[in-house]
């Protein structure tokens, strides 16, 4: 079974409030396994960044300025997500925010059915636990020492 796990990295924390993508990661699993086919943007938001959200990702307007904007990676994107299931950290952020942006192009949303939440699975397995990213590699032996700020494709690892 294939599924694709993403991440995104943003101008801030609400998409409805005008914050956009900036980065867009995404691993393709195969059985549970990598295959090692990874797809990888950093996105021009049209918007000045958050200088809080800048803090967790370390990205800056200077750095996104000339990226390419959301409407010129959509194909790609969608072409690497095929019809498969979506896995993600707190998914309903990363979901608001793609779809946000596909609604600014008059594209239909992504289905919520195609959303798999590991912080929604965490906390049933795991109730009265952490449920970070960093506490499930923790939890899980995952090194994460070559993360030093938050990164799309890097959490998406």
Do not use: W
């Amino acid at each position: 079974m294939r599924e694709v796990v993403f991440d995104t990295e943003t101008t801030g924390l609400s998409a409805a409030n005008g914050d956009r993508l900036v980065e867009i990661g995404c691993v393709e699993l195969v059985n549970r396994v990598e295959t090692g086919r990874v797809f990888h943007v950093y996105i021009n938001p049209e918007r000045p960044m958050n200088p809080e959200a800048q803090a967790i990702h370390g990205l800056s307007d200077a750095f996104l300025a000339d990226k390419q904007l959301f409407s010129d990676i959509v194909e790609d994107l969608l072409d690497f997500f095929d019809d498969s299931p979506l896995v993600a950290h707190n998914a309903n952020f990363d979901f608001a925010f793609l779809n946000e942006e596909l609604s600014r192009l008059n594209r239909p949303d992504i289905p919520q059915a195609r959303m798999v939440d590991t912080l929604a699975l965490s906390k049933v397995k795991f109730p009265g636990a952490k449920h970070s990213l960093d506490a499930l590699c923790t939890r899980y032996g995952i090194d994460r020492s070559p993360r030093i700020q938050h990164g799309a494709l890097l959490d998406a690892q």
